[in-house]
T-cell receptor
Framework: EAGVAQSPRYKIIEKRQSVAFWCNPI?????LYWYQQILGQGPKLLIQ????????DSQLPKDRFSAERLKGVDSTLKIQPAKLEDSAVYLC??????????????FGPGTRLTVL | QKEVEQNSGPLSVPEGAIASLNCTYS??????FFWYRQYSGKSPELIMS????GDKEDGRFTAQLNKASQYVSLLIRDSQPSDSATYLC???????????FGQGTTLQVKP
């Protein structure tokens, strides 16, 4: 079974530029998550989708971050404009569903973003 | 108070010893608990999930949950140098279902 796919793996941009990350979840997984992991910290949830609907985006900085999952499969996370403090690893994860027995989340390899 | 707390370490144990990693959480009604292993430069890998009080064993790993004390732990028996990594405790929030992670404990297993 193929895992969660993400691209690109690395991205370097200058502040105020825009950037987009792509994620394709495990086949059949209805729930998709975007996390931000700053060095030395645990992942922090940015947004959670159930199929193509948003379940939780309470910690997404909506003035600069946006995400979509239009067809309920792959997803794109965008930052515009980027700030220095956005330098982090952006992790995508997926799970079969939200019920207790289906909530195990599996992570993709992540995208390491450096903002100069 | 942080929602999920872990000692950042590093925790250093000799090869073959038992490593004990601890985690406390603040949401009393949380129901799902997870341990992830993260090697340097890699993404988190799920190693254990536990949903009810008591112990759950999987190979050299044992997860322990005590909901009354709001405490979850991970024991690694016969620790190997390949176990050297950061171990992340994650708790599923009762209201939204999202995972809340601790900052992770760095484990060093010395040959």
């Amino acid at each position: 079974e193929a895992g969660v796919a993400q691209s690109p793996r690395y991205k370097i941009i200058e502040k105020r530029q825009s950037v987009a990350f792509w994620c394709n979840p495990i086949s059949g997984h209805a729930t998709l998550y975007w996390y931000q992991q700053i060095l030395g910290q645990g992942p922090k949830l940015l947004i959670q989708f159930q199929n193509n609907g948003v379940v939780d985006d309470s910690q997404l900085p909506k003035d600069r971050f946006s995400a979509e999952r239009l067809k309920g499969v792959d997803s794109t996370l965008k930052i515009q404009p980027a700030k220095l403090e956005d330098s982090a690893v952006y992790l995508c994860a997926s799970s079969f569903g939200l019920a207790v027995s289906y909530n195990e989340q599996f992570f993709g390899p992540g995208t390491r973003l450096t903002v100069l | 108070q942080k929602e999920v707390e872990q000692n950042s370490g590093p925790l250093s144990v000799p090869e073959g010893a038992i490593a004990s990693l601890n985690c406390t959480y603040s949401d009393r009604v949380s129901q799902s608990f997870f341990w992830y292993r993260q090697y340097s430069g890699k993404s988190p890998e799920l190693i254990m999930s536990i949903y009810s009080n008591g112990d759950k064993e999987d190979g050299r790993f044992t997860a322990q949950l005590n909901k009354a004390s709001q405490y979850v732990s991970l024991l690694i028996r016969d620790s190997q140098p390949s176990d050297s990594a950061t171990y992340l405790c994650a708790v599923k929030a009762s209201n939204t279902g999202k995972l809340i992670f601790g900052q992770g404990t760095t484990l060093q297993v010395k040959p």
